[in-house]
């Protein structure tokens, strides 16, 4: 299983992002994907998760900011971030758990700045 981040980039305070993560490989029907996030000098944390049913759990911090979806037809998972904020600053990874193991994506970085 490999997981392909990518739509990082530099934003404005303010500005809205939208990352995308595609899944390939062996991907089971009942599972989660997830994004994580990892400032400097900071642990990496839950962004958001959806599981293939649908429900979704969200970080406080972003709740009524961020948005996660899933394609299942295109194995894809995406994350739009509005109303992005200087603390949204942070490497963003995507995860997909299933039947006890745990994949994870090259981070993409996601700068908001003035």
């Known amino acids: 299983v490999q997981l392909q981040a990518s739509g990082g980039g530099s934003v404005q305070p303010g500005g809205s992002l939208r990352l995308s993560c595609a899944v390939s490989g062996s991907i089971f029907s009942l599972n989660v994907m997830g994004w994580y996030r990892q400032a400097p000098g900071k642990q990496r944390e839950l962004v958001a998760a959806?599981?293939?049913?649908?429900?979704?759990n969200y970080a406080e911090s972003v709740k009524g900011r961020f948005t996660i979806s899933r394609d299942n037809a295109k194995n894809t998972v995406y994350l739009q971030m509005n109303s992005l904020k200087p603390e949204d600053t942070a490497v963003y990874y995507c995860?997909?758990?299933?039947?006890?193991?745990?994949?994870w994506g090259k981070g993409t970085l996601v700068t908001v700045s003035s």
């Open positions: 959806m599981i293939s049913n649908g429900r979704t």
């Open positions: 995860k997909l758990s299933q039947r006890g193991m745990h994949y």
